[in-house]
């Protein structure tokens, strides 16, 4: 599992601000910021993923994932996978292409997709959680 951290230690007012909030506000803003940095993850992915049909381009996506622990928010990208085969939205057979079988060469195009995008999707982050700031510190 490909995984990266961003921390907002170290940005001055950006966490003082973070610090002004209420819980239920904080948890937004984190989880809107997650979400903004798995979105240029999944657009990069979606641009990389082999082409025949679109079925495996449409199906990946950015979900936000619940974590337990306090001051944390997570997102990631993943490639829906359930259901029957011929589902539209089933594309099963993206871990065959990302990592090859013993008959087929992998493609990968998930990780190179994050290797390319990881800076930027940083950058999205902090820039969606300024945003988010700004937005909520003016009512």
Do not use: C
Not at 10 to 23: A, C, I, P, R, V
Not at 47 to 76: C, D, F, H, M, Y
Not at 82 to 103: C, Q
């Amino acid at each position: 599992m490909i995984k990266s951290r961003l921390d907002f230690v170290g940005l001055g007012n950006l966490e003082d601000d973070l610090k002004m909030l209420t819980q239920a506000e904080n948890d937004r803003v984190r989880r809107q910021g997650a979400r903004a940095g798995a979105g240029v993850i999944r657009d990069e992915a979606r641009r990389r993923a082999p082409r025949r049909s679109g079925k495996l381009s449409r199906n990946i996506q950015a979900v936000t994932v619940k974590v337990s622990e306090g001051n944390r928010s997570a997102a990631g990208v993943r490639v829906r996978s359930r259901g029957k085969a011929d589902d539209p939205s089933n594309a099963f057979y993206w871990r065959f292409i990302e990592l090859g079988t013993s008959k087929m060469p992998p493609v990968p195009f998930i990780r190179p997709a994050f290797d390319a995008k990881e800076q930027e999707a940083g950058d999205a982050a902090i820039a969606k959680v300024t945003e988010a700031l700004d937005k909520v510190l003016k009512k």
